[in-house]
C-alpha cells in the first residue's frame, strides 16, 4: 500500500513550494503563455485527441514534478494491476474490469484464476444477436410490429453513461427507433414517458447489478402495472441487464431476454459492457456500438503503455490533483463546445464524484489533503451567455474545454459575419481560454478582467462512435489516475448508505401509517414528524 | 451608496464571530437540529411555500444578526426602490422592472417620467391576441393546417427561463404543439431539430433584445436558408420578441409578428415578459400563462412587504451569504425532488451566477469579500446516485432540497416495499438533509459521516403554473436580495465582454481566410494560429 500521507512525501512538498512560486505576479498566465515553445511543451497528441494544457498554471518544472510525482505513487502500475485483474477496489473485496469489456485483444484477462473474456465475448455475442433480431423484427411486439420505443429503467450509473453516448450519438441512431430512460422514482418522470410511446411496440430495459435498487423496482413494478392494464406481458416486453441469478434473471419470473453483468465491474464505469452495449446497440445498431468500444479500447492501451509524459489521461489526472491540491481550486467546469455533448458533464459529474470524493485512503485512513472536486457544466457557447460571468470576473474556477473539429448537420450553413455556424462555434472556443488567461487590464474596475484563469482544451476530430468511445475512456483514466495519485479507492461509494439506511426507516413508517390510518408518526424528531404529516395531509 | 467595505460594518463583525462559534464541535448540526422549537423558530410560510432551514449551521443569535444585517444594508428599501422604477442598474444607467411584467396592480409604475402599465398590459394584450389566434387557427401554416412545432430561437437568457418553465408544466401543454430551442450555434444543435419538425406546420420565435447576438443571428440565418429551401417564408414563419426599432422590428424584413421587449428587463430576468410569454402562451395556452404571473406577483409582494423575519426569499439569501461569506462555501447544490423541474438548476445557475458573480460593487469599488457562488443542480434521486458520494463523504457544499407536495402522473402507482412511487420519493427527500446533518460514527473510517452539511428545504404544493410562478420569483428575488447585502449591481455583465471582443478578432481573421485562401494566420499568437490551421485543416 501507498503512503496516505501525501503532504510528507519529498514530491508534494516540492510541488508545495512551486506552488508557492506560481502565485507571483511574474507567473500570472499571461506571461506564462508567452514562453517560447509553450504549445509544443504543454500539448500532447494521441489516438487522434489533441490535450491543449498551454493555459493551464503550470511550467516546466511543475510538469515535471507532478510527473515524478505520478510515478513515486506508481500510478501506472496501478492501472495495469486493475486492467490486469488485480482486486484494486479493496473495500469490496473486488476487482475493476470495465477494461475487459472493450478487450478485442486475444490475450486472456484472469479473475478468481479464470479467464473472463470467454464470458465477455459472449454476452457481446448475445447483444449482436439481440439487436439483429430487433431490427430485422424477428423480436417484435406483440401485433408483430417493429419495437419503436426502447425504455431503459435504470438510476445512477445504469443510465447516465448511456445517455451521454446516445446522446452524442443521436444523429447516427436508428430513425425509427427512439430511447427514453426513467430513472427518477418520481412519478412525473414515467408519466412524460407514458405520453410519448405506444405501449405494444415498446421495449423495456431494466437495468440493476442487484435487482434491489428501490428507484428501479419501483418504477420496473409500475410499468408492470401500466403493461397489465395494456393485456401485455413482461416476457414479450422486458429485456433484463442483472447480475446472473439476481431476482431480473428467475425464470420464474419470465422476460424476453435477460443479459448477465458482474460484478467486476462498477456501476458508473459500466457503459462499455452490457449495461450501455443492450440499449446503445438498439439504438445505434451493434456495428456503432462495436466502433464505439475499439476507441475506448485504444485509450484503455494508451493509459496503459505511453510515457507518463506522453499519456493523456494521466498528465489530465495531474493537473487536476494540481489545481485541486496546491492551487485550491474546489470545483472544475466541463465545457464542450457541441451540443451532441449536451450529456457529458452530468456522467463526468457522476463519474468523477464519485469515484474520488472521498476522504480515506484505499486502505481506509482518513486522507490529509481533499480529494475529489465539483464537476458541472453546459455546452459552449451557450455556457457563455449562463455562468461564464462568475468564471470571468468572480470566484475562479478551471475548465476543461472540449472542442470538435468536423462539425455533423451543416447543410444548412451559410455565412454570418462572414463565417460559418461551426467556425463562429470555434471563434468562440478559441477566444475563451484566451480571455480567461491574459484577462484585461481596465481602470474602471468594473471593466477589469483578472486573468489568470486556468484551461485546458481537449480536441477530437468529429462526432463518430470511435471519438465518442475515446472521450468516454479519456474520463474513465483520468479518474482512475486522479484515485491512484491519491490512493483512494475510486470504485466503491460508501457514501450513499446512509441517506439509503434513513429512506428506508421513513419508508417503513410511511408503509405502517399505509396499513394502517390511524398510526401516529413518532414525535422523537419534530422535523421528520412534521414532513409525514404534511405528505400525507396533501397540504402545505 | 452603501458602504462597499462589508468588513468593517460591525454585523459583519459580529457574523465573523458567531461563525468561529458555528465551528465549536457543540454546534455540529447534529446537536442544533435537537434545540427546542427548532422547526417552529427555522421555517417560514408563505404564499403556499414552505421553507425549512432547520439544517442551516445557525442558531436564533445568528439569525438576529443576519436580520440586522439585511436591515443595516437597508436590502428591502432597494428592492422597493427596485419595484418603483428606480435606476438600481447603475452602471447601465437603467432599471429593473421584471417586477411590472407581472404586476396586475392599477398603480402606475414610472418610468422615466411615464407610466410604463399600459405599454406591459398592451403587450400582454398582443400575446393573449396571438396566442388565441394560434390555437384556434387563424394564424396558421402556409397549407392552412395548424403550426404544431415552435422553435425558440434564442441563447441565454432568451431561452433558460422558458425552457425551465416549460419543462415543469409539460404535462399541462396543448398536446398538438411541441416546443423546441435552438440556442447554441454549434449546427447540431438545428440539425437535431429539423429532424423532428415539419417547416410548413413550424413556427421560429426568434428573442433578442438588440437583434445582434452572434449566436441568434447565424442561427436565424440559417433557419431563413431552410425556409428558403423548402419555399417558405420568414413574413409566415418567423415572429420576433426584441426592442422596438432593433433590425428584428423593421418593416423592410417583414415577420408574422413582431413583439416589443424594454431595456428595462434584463435576460435573465426576463421569463415573465413577452420573451416567455410568448412561447409559453403557444404551448400551455395563454390563461396559464397569466396564472404563472399571478404566482410570480404574489412573491413579489411577498418580497416587498413581509417582515425581514418573515420573508422568505429574503431568509434565503442571508443564508446564502452567510454560507458563502462566513462559512466559506464556494458552491451550493439545487436538488428538486421532481423530474418536472429539471431544467431549475440550469435556469438558476445563470440567474444567479450571471447576476452576483462579481467582484465589484454598484458604484465600482472593488469588493473586499468574495461574491456569487457556483450553483448546481439534478433532480433527486437521481443526483444521490450521482455525485452524493462527494456531498456525505468529500467536500461539504450546502444544498437547497425542493419539494412537491402532490404528485402529478401517478395513475400506475401502487406499491412497492409498502409505499407509492411518491412516497418513495419522499423517505428520500426527507432522509437526504437529516443524513447530511446529523452524519454517522463509525470505528471504521470508509464508512463514517462527518455530518454537519447544511441543507434547505423547500415545498410546494404542487406543479400548478401558479407555485411555477412563485418558485421563479423566489430565486429571482433571493437573487437581488444577495446582491443588495453585498452592494453589487445584479442586472449588468461585463464579465462576458472580454470574450465576445477576442471571439470578433478571431471570427474576422476567419472570415478573411474564407474570403482569400492564401491568407496566412498572424503568427504572434502560435496557439492561436494552431488552433486556427487545425480548423481550416479539417484534422488534428
Not at 50 to 69: E, G, H, P
Not at 383 to 397: D, I, K, N, T
Request: charged residues 20%; proline residues 4%; contains cysteine.
Amino acid at each position: 500500500m501507498a503512503e496516505s500521507h501525501l503532504r510528507s512525501l519529498p514530491e508534494w512538498t516540492r510541488l508545495a513550494a512551486h506552488a508557492d512560486r506560481m502565485t507571483l505576479p511574474e507567473n500570472h498566465l499571461k506571461h506564462l503563455i508567452k514562453q517560447t515553445s509553450r504549445l509544443e511543451n504543454f500539448s500532447i497528441s494521441g489516438c487522434e485527441l489533441f490535450y491543449d494544457f498551454t493555459r493551464q498554471r503550470i511550467d516546466a518544472q511543475v510538469l515535471k514534478s507532478l510527473v515524478n510525482l505520478a510515478k513515486a505513487r506508481k500510478i501506472k502500475q496501478r492501472f495495469n494491476q486493475m486492467k490486469a485483474g488485480e482486486v484494486v477496489n479493496t473495500t469490496e473485496n473486488r476487482a475493476a474490469l470495465h477494461t475487459a469489456t472493450r478487450s478485442f485483444s486475444a490475450d486472456p484477462v484472469m479473475h478468481d484464476g479464470l479467464n473472463i473474456m470467454p464470458d465477455i465475448r459472449r454476452i457481446r455475442d448475445e447483444i449482436r444477436q439481440f439487436s439483429a433480431d430487433f431490427h430485422s423484427g424477428k423480436i417484435a411486439g406483440v401485433n408483430g410490429q417493429l419495437f419503436k420505443d426502447v425504455v431503459v429503467i435504470g438510476i445512477g450509473g445504469s443510465y447516465l453513461g448511456t445517455e451521454f453516448v446516445a446522446t452524442a450519438l443521436q444523429s447516427l441512431a436508428d430513425k425509427n427507433v427512439k430511447l427514453h430512460f426513467l430513472s427518477n422514482v418520481d412519478s412525473d418522470n414515467f408519466g412524460a414517458i407514458i405520453e410519448r410511446i405506444v405501449p405494444e411496440t415498446t421495449l423495456w430495459i431494466v437495468i440493476s447489478k442487484s435487482y434491489t435498487t428501490a428507484e428501479t423496482l419501483a418504477n420496473s413494478n409500475m410499468v408492470l402495472r401500466f403493461l397489465t392494464e395494456k393485456g401485455l406481458q413482461a416476457k414479450n416486453h422486458f429485456v433484463t441487464v442483472t447480475s446472473k441469478g439476481s431476482p431480473g434473471d428467475d425464470p420464474a419470473n419470465p422476460v424476453l431476454k435477460s443479459f448477465h453483468m458482474f460484478d467486476f465491474i462498477g456501476g458508473r464505469y459500466s457503459v462499455t459492457s452490457a449495461v450501455g452495449g443492450v440499449p446503445l446497440s438498439l439504438y445505434l445498431g451493434y456495428d456503432r456500438f462495436e466502433e464505439f468500444l475499439t476507441g475506448a479500447e485504444e485509450i484503455d492501451i494508451h493509459a496503459n503503455t505511453a510515457s507518463a509524459e506522453k499519456n493523456i489521461p494521466l498528465i489530465a489526472a495531474l493537473i487536476s490533483v494540481w489545481n485541486i491540491n496546491f492551487l485550491g481550486y474546489s470545483a472544475q467546469g466541463l465545457i464542450p463546445y457541441s451540443s451532441a455533448l449536451s450529456k457529458l458533464a452530468a456522467h463526468v459529474q457522476q463519474l468523477n464524484m464519485e469515484s474520488n470524493g472521498k476522504s480515506v485512503s484505499s486502505c481506509a485512513e482518513p486522507m490529509d489533503v481533499p480529494c475529489g472536486s465539483i464537476i458541472f457544466g453546459e455546452p459552449g457557447t451557450n455556457a457563455q451567455h449562463s455562468f461564464f460571468q462568475l468564471a470571468h470576473q468572480g470566484r475562479p474556477f478551471p475548465i476543461e474545454f472540449i472542442g470538435v473539429l468536423n462539425p455533423g448537420n451543416d447543410q444548412y450553413t451559410g455565412k454570418s459575419k462572414g463565417v460559418t455556424n461551426h467556425q463562429e462555434l470555434w471563434a468562440n472556443l478559441m477566444a475563451q481560454p484566451q480571455a480567461l488567461a491574459t484577462g484585461k487590464d481596465d481602470k474602471n474596475p468594473a471593466r477589469f478582467f483578472p486573468g489568470n484563469r486556468p484551461s485546458s482544451t481537449l480536441l477530437i476530430n468529429d462526432l463518430s462512435p470511435k471519438n465518442i468511445g475515446r472521450l468516454l475512456a479519456f474520463y474513465e483514466a483520468k479518474t482512475v489516475f486522479e484515485a491512484f495519485i491519491w490512493d483512494i479507492n475510486p470504485f466503491d461509494q460508501y457514501g450513499v448508505e446512509l441517506g439509503k439506511t434513513m429512506a428506508g426507516d421513513i419508508r417503513n413508517e410511511i408503509a405502517e401509517k399505509n396499513k394502517n390510518p390511524d398510526y401516529q408518526f413518532d414525535n422523537r424528531d419534530s422535523v421528520r414528524k412534521f414532513y409525514l404529516d404534511v405528505l400525507f395531509n396533501h397540504k402545505i
